[in-house]
């Protein structure tokens, strides 16, 4: 079943504005993570923020968490032809010894020089 | 190697055939996972192998699928009598099992066309 679902579906902005893309989720989670993947192939690892956190930075990219509200926002900054990709959240909700993520269905991101 | 391998990089068969997709993973990394994506969909878990725990196969979409993972590193899935509906690009992970503070790393994936 999907746990994460991104929000918008795709996304067009001018290099050198800033993209938000957003993440909801259905149940409690240990942590949630963002991903980029180019050209439909293996997803790449950009950040992780815990549950007990609710903001976090990594160069252009910024992380938010409302569990209260059961979503996640990431922001890319300053953007760049090269961050053309889909992004996806994904989230970690097992239990303590096991470890597996579910992902949603990405958004897809054009960023037009 | 530095990263988690996949072999084949693509991969034609013909429907009704059977068909064997590779991984290896990150060396140390005691996890590891298979997850399928359709074109333009989000990813599908598959499969879940954790040490020498009995592996999550809660993924599988029939009895067609199966995969083994040898001496703690290669892992194996292999589709039997390969359907049309089987085409996807079949992606494998590796991470730290039970250390939730690092992400997966994901190979390129293998892209399956059944025809």
């Known amino acids: 079943s999907q746990q994460g679902e991104e929000d918008p579906q795709a996304l067009s902005i001018q290099e050198g504005e800033n993209a938000t893309m957003n993440c909801s989720y259905k149940?409690?989670?240990?942590?949630l993570q963002w991903y980029r993947q180019n050209s439909g192939r293996g997803l790449v690892h950009l950040i992780l923020?815990?549950?007990?956190?609710r903001e976090k930075h990594s160069g252009r990219l910024r992380v938010t968490l409302d569990t209260s509200k059961k979503s996640s926002s990431l922001l890319i900054t300053a953007s760049r032809a090269a961050d053309t990709a889909s992004y996806f959240c994904?989230?970690?909700?097992?239990?303590?010894?096991?470890?597996?993520?579910?992902f949603g269905k990405g958004t897809k991101l054009s960023v037009i020089p | 190697g530095a990263g988690v391998s996949q072999s084949p990089s693509n991969k034609v068969t013909e429907k009704g055939k059977d068909v064997e997709l590779r991984c290896d993973p990150i060396?140390?990394?005691?996890?590891l996972y298979w997850y399928r994506q359709s074109l333009g969909q989000g990813l599908e878990f598959l499969i879940y192998?954790?040490?020498?725990?009995?592996?999550?196969k809660s993924g599988l979409p029939s009895d067609r699928f199966s995969a083994e993972r040898t001496g703690g590193s290669v892992s194996t899935l292999t589709i039997q009598r390969t359907q049309q509906e089987d085409s996807a690009v079949y992606l494998c992970?590796?991470?730290?099992?039970?250390?939730?503070?690092?992400?997966?790393?994901f190979g390129s994936g293998t892209r399956l066309t059944v025809v």
């Open positions: 992970a590796s991470s730290f099992a039970g250390q939730r503070g690092y992400g997966y790393t």
């Open positions: 149940t409690s989670i240990n942590n």
């Open positions: 923020i815990r549950s007990n956190e």
């Open positions: 994904a989230t970690d909700a097992t239990a303590a010894g096991s470890y597996q993520l579910t």
């Open positions: 060396s140390g990394h005691t996890a």
């Open positions: 192998f954790q040490g020498n725990s009995a592996p999550d």
